[in-house]
């Protein structure tokens, strides 16, 4: 279930409010509608604020947006307009192949939380040398980028099940056998930002 901003935060208000009634008065719990009053107030409706609250967080952290608040991917997310289809992220978001809302987590879905245990555990590497440690010069995946991050969304297109390159590898490129960044090997370029041309949408 996804509650819209406005319902948790009515949600959060209404939990307040009981929460504060029973604190000024304390004689209602003596009454059965105050102690089933107790029981919403203290176990079925913070759990629903709190899942509520968890998962539009969750949705919010899929948003290019949250994935270029950090300081550490301002490069990444300029990286994206870059003015020359041989790149592909810039390719990809500017002509709409993966959502403009969501391009970060369309292309990096095991990142993090959405990863496996180990990429989780990783997320809370990463929360703590945002807030508390040092944050690397250069920043590189640990692991190599997976032809499944591509396949799930190009798997079915025409151009890549008709491409004569895509039909002569396919079962390389579905192994792993073979990378798909050997041919399009120009992704996010951020060293070489500064010599390249900017699309502006």
């Given at each position: 279930?996804t509650?819209?901003?406005?319902?948790?935060a009515?949600?959060t208000v209404?939990?307040?409010?009981?929460?504060?009634?029973?604190?000024?008065?304390?004689?209602i719990?003596?009454?059965?509608?105050?102690?089933l009053l107790?029981?919403?107030?203290?176990l079925?409706?913070?759990?629903?604020?709190?899942t509520?609250?968890t998962q539009?967080?969750?949705?919010?952290?899929?948003s290019?947006?949250?994935?270029?608040?950090?300081?550490v991917?301002?490069d990444?997310?300029?990286s994206?307009?870059?003015?020359?289809?041989?790149?592909?992220?810039?390719?990809?978001?500017?002509?709409?192949?993966?959502?403009?809302?969501k391009a970060?987590?369309?292309?990096h879905t095991t990142?993090?939380?959405?990863?496996?245990?180990r990429?989780?555990?990783?997320?809370?590497?990463?929360?703590?040398?945002?807030?508390a440690?040092?944050?690397?010069e250069?920043?590189?995946l640990y692991?190599p980028?997976?032809?499944r991050?591509?396949?799930?969304?190009?798997?079915?297109g025409r151009?890549f099940?008709?491409?004569?390159?895509h039909v002569?590898?396919?079962?390389?490129?579905?192994s792993?056998e073979?990378?798909?960044?050997e041919?399009?090997?120009?992704?996010?370029?951020?060293?070489?930002?500064?010599?390249?041309d900017r699309?502006?949408?």
């Amino acid at each position: 279930m996804t509650l819209s901003t406005s319902a948790l935060a009515a949600l959060t208000v209404l939990t307040v409010a009981l929460i504060v009634l029973v604190l000024v008065r304390p004689a209602i719990m003596r009454h059965r509608v105050g102690r089933l009053l107790i029981f919403v107030v203290f176990l079925p409706l913070p759990l629903l604020v709190t899942t509520a609250g968890t998962q539009e967080h969750i949705e919010h952290s899929k948003s290019t947006q949250f994935c270029l608040s950090c300081h550490v991917m301002e490069d990444y997310g300029e990286s994206l307009h870059i003015n020359d289809s041989d790149y592909l992220p810039a390719v990809h978001f500017q002509n709409r192949l993966v959502s403009q809302d969501k391009a970060c987590f369309d292309c990096h879905t095991t990142y993090t939380m959405y990863g496996d245990m180990r990429a989780k555990l990783r997320g809370l590497r990463h929360v703590w040398v945002y807030y508390a440690g040092e944050i690397p010069e250069q920043i590189e995946l640990y692991e190599p980028y997976e032809n499944r991050e591509c396949l799930h969304c190009h798997t079915g297109g025409r151009r890549f099940e008709q491409g004569e390159d895509h039909v002569d590898f396919r079962q390389e490129l579905e192994s792993g056998e073979t990378s798909c960044l050997e041919c399009h090997e120009w992704v996010h370029a951020v060293d070489e930002l500064a010599d390249l041309d900017r699309w502006e949408p």
